[in-house]
């Protein structure tokens, strides 16, 4: 299994930015996937999670209400929608696959990881 994320970059505090993630390699069904982020010096934190209905989606307290995950199963894609950013959401984001229908915020319970996506928002 393949994931590779699109769409990160630098931008000012209150912008909008959308990552994309595409999955391949695999059979996703029953799948469950995730944004996680990590700042420099900081652990690797979640951000967001879909299951494969895309009914249920969970978020980070610090992004509820900015951020919004969603998902194209056709594609095999992922997205996370990304306003109002602040400079405390620069970070590295990563997008992740959990052979789970479950979502946990643990990160060592996904089995499959993206490269990562850049995000830095100036003040």
């Known amino acids: 299994v393949q994931l590779q994320a699109y769409g990160g970059g630098l931008v000012q505090a209150g912008d909008s930015l959308r990552l994309s993630c595409a999955a391949s390699?695999?059979?996703?069904?029953?799948?469950?996937m995730a944004w996680f982020r990590q700042a420099p010096g900081k652990d690797r934190d979640f951000v967001a999670g879909?299951?494969?209905?895309?009914?249920?989606?969970p978020y980070a307290d610090s992004v509820k209400g900015r951020f919004t995950i969603s998902r194209d199963n056709a594609k095999n894609t992922v997205y996370l929608q990304m306003n109002n950013v602040k400079p405390e959401d620069t970070a590295v984001y990563y997008c992740?696959?959990?052979?789970?229908?479950?979502?946990?915020?643990?990160?060592?319970?996904?089995?499959?990881w993206g490269p990562g996506t850049q995000v830095t928002v100036s003040s």
């Open positions: 992740a696959v959990r052979s789970r229908i479950a979502i946990v915020p643990e990160y060592g319970a996904y089995d499959y």
């Open positions: 390699g695999g059979t996703f069904s029953s799948y469950s």
């Open positions: 879909v299951t494969w209905s895309g009914a249920y989606t």
